[in-house]
Each structure stands twice: as C-alpha cells, then as structure tokens.
C-alpha cells in the first residue's frame, strides 16, 4: 500500500511558474513509478510524467517538454513538477499517482492503484 500527499497548488498569473510537490509513504522500495497527472474539470484525466523511482528515470507527455520537468528529491520517493511559463490552459486538479513497477512505463490512469488527494493549480490571464 502506498500514501500519496501532493501540495504546492495555487494561484498564478500566466507566466508564472509553480513547484508541486508530492511524497510517498507506506511500503517504499525501488520498484514503483510515480507520476503527475492533471484533470480539468469535465475532462479525462491527463498523464504528464512519470519517473522510475529506482533509476530516476523519466518519461514526458511531449506537449510538456520545455515547460514541464520532474524531479527526484533526496528523499527518492518525494518528487517534485517544476511547471514554468503557465498558461490559463494549465489550470486543473494535479494529482499524483504511484504504482509498483519494474521499470519506467507510459501509462494512463488505469495504469495506477495509488492517487492523492490532488492540489489546485488556477493561471489567470
């Protein structure tokens, strides 16, 4: 089992940039892959990196890439969604999202057993 806690959620202007965070608990071994995921409300909910936690491996949505980077804290089941240059188009619920794996994988929602709770990110223009 596997205990998700996002935050750094918040209010920006377009432009602006913000640093989700999200750290793991319960049972922790190398063998899990963590990821971001985002959902506007009336939408499916969308991938948009995931990152292996036993090599720190990552994969990217590639509409992302350039704005959008995971992180691995020292702590390596803490990772972090450095999101840069937001746009009014990147507000929704983020959410993060582990499963037991043995290695970097893409997958969509159904792909992953353990979810937090989500954190608000709302970019005004």
């Known amino acids: 089992q596997l205990q998700l806690v996002e935050s750094g959620g918040d209010s920006v202007q377009a432009g602006g940039s913000l640093r989700l965070s999200c750290v793991a608990s319960?049972?922790?071994?190398?063998?899990?892959?963590m990821a971001w995921f985002r959902q506007v409300t009336g939408k499916e909910r969308e991938s948009l990196a995931i990152?292996?936690?036993?090599?720190?491996?990552?994969r990217y949505i590639n509409s992302m890439k350039g704005r959008f980077s995971l992180s691995q804290g020292a702590n390596k089941h803490s990772i972090y969604l450095q999101m840069n240059s937001l746009e009014p188009e990147d507000t929704a619920m983020y959410y993060c999202a582990a499963e037991y794996c043995s290695g970097i994988f893409w997958g969509g929602p159904g792909d992953f057993h353990y979810w937090g709770r989500g954190t608000q990110v709302t970019v005004s223009s």
């Open positions: 990152i292996y936690v036993g090599d720190g491996t990552t």
């Open positions: 319960g049972y922790l071994h190398d063998k899990i892959c």
